[in-house]
């Protein structure tokens, strides 16, 4: 039951911005929207998160549809070191806070 | 501030083969995590343990895999015997509590031939 959907890939020149979309239909009003990221060889870092509002930090920014059944994170200019998997999530708050992660956007950043 | 150790980075056996998996997660950290990573795929949640307990296994295939967190820090996890699909990507979290940003270790990397 995939909770996430996102597109398999993405492109960005660097000093960009970059809108990664995904859609979370059927996300409920205690879910989390969470967004990690993976490098090459690496384990999943955090990237940010919310609930209802957007929110902002040092990394991007996340923008939350009214409705809350989509959401994007906003990388505000990209560098060659942004280039990851992206992953949108929703914490499931009933289920034990448990993370559903999708399949994740591949960014590709050119020089 | 260390982050989430594990080990064997790497590890190659043949199938029936048993197999270990070893995370050690940051200082202070109560919940732990396994998720497994099958290519081209996100994680998916194994086991979660809330210091020693383990309180979301429902994901983990009781027939040939188990864990241990023994003491609430570091945490084993085991296959026997390995098939062919166990093929993957081991990845252990921590978080400080069970809603909190989870921080992930680099992985275990297994081969099943």
């Known amino acids: 039951d995939a909770k996430t959907t996102q597109p398999n890939s993405m492109e960005s020149n660097e000093e960009e911005p970059v809108h990664l979309p995904c859609n979370h239909s059927t996300i409920s009003g205690t879910d989390y929207i969470h967004w990690y990221r993976q490098l090459p060889s690496q384990g999943p870092e955090y990237v940010i998160h919310?609930?209802?509002s957007n929110v902002n930090n040092r990394m991007a920014s996340l923008a939350i549809a009214e409705d809350r059944k989509s959401s994007t994170l906003i990388l505000h200019r990209a560098t060659l070191r942004d280039a990851a998997v992206y992953y949108c999530i929703l914490r499931v708050l009933y289920n034990f806070n448990k993370f559903y992660f999708g399949s994740g956007t591949k960014l590709n950043v050119k020089p | 501030e260390a982050g989430v150790v594990q080990s064997p980075r790497y590890k190659i056996i043949e199938k029936k083969q048993p197999v270990a998996f070893w995370c050690n997660p940051i200082s202070g950290h109560n919940t732990l995590y396994w998720y497994r990573q099958n290519l081209g795929q996100g994680p998916e949640l194994l086991i979660r343990y809330e210091n020693e307990e383990a309180v979301d296994d429902s994901q983990l295939p009781k027939d040939r895999f188990s864990a241990e967190r023994l003491k609430g820090v570091d945490s084993t996890l085991k296959i026997q015997p390995a098939e062919l699909g166990d093929s993957a990507v081991y990845l252990c979290?921590?978080?400080?509590?069970?809603?909190?940003?989870?921080?992930f270790g680099p992985g275990t990397r297994l081969t099943v031939l």
């Open positions: 919310g609930l209802t």
């Open positions: 979290a921590s978080s400080p509590d069970r809603e909190g940003e989870q921080f």
